[in-house]
């Protein structure tokens, strides 16, 4: 892992982490190991720009298009968060996506979109939860995060973002931006408990 990572890695998330979840180990998809990851971008519901009202592809090429939170537990279990484009853009190059199979909750309808069409960067593979859950749920069970969480008996998925609507990382008061960082962090927690409920039906022999 290179050193710089160490200058954005939250420790206290780190901890937080371990500490909940002691028993969780890395999970090899597709040959490589699985890590999670999970943005935060502005969005306005006033302006029309969200992902209801646009595809993923325009709102990312969307000059308003603003990374506000990136949240990545690495497959050693050490988390990192980043805050704001400048400090995200640092962490995205400082990890080596090549050798990671990458999961997130709706990977290819956004945050692996971000990785390659914001960022730039290929990862080894990719993995999405949804698509994960998709055959194993009975007609008509929501998709969503918060609904899955739910379903599988995991911890409730937070609402900070509906207080985030219309606000730049510029307009976050500190407070409130902490808060979203942790919202992102639970969300990517999620996912990767989700990931290891779901990996043992498709890939048994490898986690």
Excluded at 44 to 70: C, H, N
Excluded at 118 to 123: D, L
């Amino acid at each position: 892992m290179p050193s710089k990572c160490d200058t954005i890695c939250t420790r206290t998330l780190l901890a937080t982490w371990v500490e909940a979840h002691p028993a969780v180990t890395s999970v090899t998809v597709f040959g490589k190991p699985a890590v999670v990851i999970d943005f935060e971008t502005f969005y306005s519901t006033a302006e029309g720009y969200t992902l209801r009202k646009m595809t993923p592809e325009a709102y990312i090429r969307d000059p308003r298009f603003q990374v506000i939170a990136l949240v990545v537990i690495w497959h050693d279990r050490r988390v990192f968060a980043a805050r704001g484009p400048d400090q995200c853009r640092q962490l995205v190059g400082a990890l080596d996506w090549s050798t990671v199979c990458v999961g997130s909750h709706n990977n290819a309808g956004f945050d692996g979109l971000v990785l390659t069409m914001h960022y730039g960067v290929q990862p080894g593979a990719a993995l999405c939860t949804i698509d994960l859950a998709r055959p194993h749920m009975p007609a008509g069970q929501s998709l969503s995060l918060k609904a899955l969480a739910a379903y599988f008996g995991l911890p409730a998925k937070l609402d900070d973002i509906l207080h985030a609507d219309g606000l730049r990382f510029e307009d976050f008061p500190p407070q409130q931006l902490d808060s979203y960082v942790h919202y992102c962090w639970n969300d990517t927690d999620l996912c990767l408990q989700l990931l290891h409920l779901l990996v043992q039906y498709y890939y048994q022999g490898e986690a």
